[in-house]
């Protein structure tokens, strides 16, 4: 399969390419040349299939032409060392619950499998003698999953840049007590300048050549494809638990809380493959860029807001580019067409903070479900907009014991905090302060 550019004004890529640049040269996001539809047999028996088996039909289509398929099994066998289950909340509302992983977010998934893809093209490359250097800068949440995701995976050295005192302490404990293969990097200054730093060391010539470096950001494709995985194990643990049901509504409407729209943009890569889902919508806090497109077919990338959900705080998502290639079909279609095709198949909700706690504790009240801010986000909106017949699933991004204090003030509870969230914050802290200017940083590097 080869990749081509959203900007298309870059060559076609290989996998391996695509993955180890992330990013095309024309600054564009790399789509796979092909969505190949999954055979109606397998939909016949998905019901029947463990989660990993699910995921790993779902893997040989999108990566079975590039990965030796017992190589790409064990890849994702591994990846999925935990579960992603789906839990009625009430009548016809279920939760995907995506919290499951060691950092205790849906992200979990893209990075673990991000990892091992990347370990396997460093073997089958011959040059597995140098090590390759993942930088990643983050503001709290992609750090930990990236850097829990290549924990202890041999051949690669992991970069996290924070920002110094501007992460919570929960987030900073996931990236910072890890050692072995994983450095944390404290930089004096904020997200943008360890976004900065990031840039500058892949723009380096000097650095380039003496090291190996490549990013992990959440539009690589080896990150995003992989969550259709539980997209599909949603229908079939549905199809399984309620048969019946289905027969009434053979599609679920699928909701999914969207900063940079990367998680339901796997969920619409899942439903060209032909996922049974009827239609989709997108939840937003009060970040409505997408929602306003919608209304309008006007697309305004604004500065973000700060939320309760703060892992969708977002004012430009990176994945729109994705959405507008895939539904202008890689624009043959004019920007009304594009708007139309996407209004007909995705909804839009905007929700504001105290929307969001008000969610929370009437859900909490009603069902006795504890949802974080983000999942409060996805079931307000499926709830809102459900119809009459309909089955609906929302996406639980994130533990609510990640945001504990905000959701026991909000709750007037205690969230218990889970086993391995606790091991995290018994860690003890390691990481190395830097400046946040780029002679520090590359200094740094190469006396590595
Ligand atoms: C990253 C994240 C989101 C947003 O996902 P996108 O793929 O960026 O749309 C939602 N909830 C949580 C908890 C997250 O960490």
Do not use: W
Request: proline share 4%.
């Amino acid at each position: 399969m080869k990749y081509y550019s959203t900007n298309g004004k870059a060559p076609m890529a290989s996998l391996e390419k695509a993955v180890v640049k992330g990013l095309a040269e024309d600054r564009g996001l790399y789509m796979p040349e092909e969505i190949y539809k999954l055979p109606k047999a397998f939909f016949d028996n998905i019901a029947s299939m463990s989660f990993q088996d699910i995921a790993y039909n779902v893997a040989s289509n999108f990566f079975g032409d590039d990965v030796d398929l017992d190589a790409l099994q064990d890849i994702v066998f591994d990846t999925l060392q935990f579960d992603c289950p789906v839990v009625e909340v009430e009548k016809n509302i279920y939760s995907l619950e995506l919290f499951h992983g060691p950092t205790l977010a849906f992200k979990d998934v893209g990075a673990r499998f991000m990892a091992r893809l990347l370990q396997y093209f460093i073997n089958s490359s011959g040059k597995s003698g140098d090590t390759v250097n993942v930088l990643v800068a983050t503001s709290g949440d992609t750090g930990s999953a990236v850097a829990n995701g290549f924990l202890g995976v041999d051949g690669i050295h992991v970069y996290v840049l924070y920002p110094k005192g501007k992460v919570s302490p929960i987030q900073e404990c996931q990236f910072t007590t890890l050692g072995k293969n994983i450095t944390a990097v404290e930089v004096d200054g904020v997200f943008d300048d360890c976004q900065r730093l990031v840039k500058s060391a892949f723009m380096d010539d000097e650095l380039n050549v003496k090291m190996r470096l490549t990013s992990a950001n959440s539009i690589n494709v080896a990150r995003f494809l992989p969550q259709a995985f539980y997209y599909f194990n949603a229908y079939a643990r549905i199809k399984s638990l309620t048969p019946h049901l289905l027969t009434l509504a053979p599609e679920i409407v699928m909701c999914v809380p969207s900063g940079n729209f990367g998680n339901i943009c796997s969920a619409l890569f899942g439903h060209q493959m032909g996922l049974p889902i009827s239609r989709f919508i997108a939840a937003n806090n009060a970040n409505d860029v997408f929602f306003n497109y919608l209304k309008t077919g006007i697309y305004e990338p604004k500065a973000s807001v700060q939320t309760l959900a703060n892992a969708m705080d977002v004012g430009d998502p990176s994945n729109f580019a994705r959405i507008i290639n895939l539904y202008s079909q890689n624009g043959a279609l004019s920007p009304e067409e594009t708007h139309a095709a996407i209004t007909s198949l995705i909804s839009g909700a905007t929700y504001s903070d105290e929307q969001i706690a008000q969610t929370m504790r009437q859900c909490y009240k009603d069902t006795g479900y504890v949802l974080d801010p983000h999942g409060a986000c996805g079931y307000r909106a499926l709830k809102e907009q459900l119809r009459e017949g309909e089955i609906g699933v929302f996406c639980e991004t994130a533990h609510p014991a990640k945001f504990k204090e905000k959701v026991d003030a909000i709750l007037g509870a205690d969230v218990a905090i889970p086993d391995r969230l606790a091991a995290f914050m018994r860690g003890e802290k390691q990481s190395v302060a830097l400046s946040c200017e780029f002679a520090d940083f590359k200094s740094f590097l190469l006396s590595r």
